[in-house]
């Protein structure tokens, strides 16, 4: 059973900067596309970015492309979520997410693709 747990949301004004961590259980990383998703009240659930076992990522968000990096680190089964430039619409609930096939492909940013979640890590953004 794969296990997921994120952490580092947090409260920042507009144009801050957080890193979200998301840990994984033995092997998670090696062997599952894992990939960031948010939820604001009220919305659905929505596809950030996505990064495959071979280091190749996707973002889904074309609000975030130029300021928020997708990075992992298989060795130490973890995920993180550089956020840079943050803007009140990026408020939200993050979730980390784990599914054993491809990241990029046909509706991988859906939430419905992934079998494993975290808890979440909520971040604020005032401006």
């Known amino acids: 059973q794969v296990q997921l747990v994120e952490s580092g949301g947090g409260s920042v004004q507009a144009g801050g900067s957080l890193t979200l961590s998301c840990t994984g259980s033995?092997?998670?990383?090696?062997?599952?596309?894992m990939a960031w998703f948010r939820q604001a009240p009220g919305k659905e659930r929505e596809g950030v970015a996505g990064v495959n076992r071979d280091g190749e990522t996707i973002y889904w968000l074309g609000s975030v492309k130029g300021r928020f990096t997708i990075t992992r680190d298989n060795a130490k089964n973890t995920l993180s979520l550089q956020m840079n430039s943050l803007e009140p619409g990026d408020t939200a609930m993050y979730y980390c997410?784990?599914?054993?096939?491809?990241?990029?492909?046909?509706?991988?940013?859906?939430?419905?693709?992934?079998?494993?979640w975290g808890q979440g890590t909520q971040v604020t953004v005032s401006s």
């Open positions: 997410a784990a599914r054993p096939y491809a990241c990029i492909g046909g509706g991988t940013h859906q939430a419905r693709a992934y079998n494993y």
């Open positions: 033995e092997n998670t990383a090696q062997n599952y596309c």
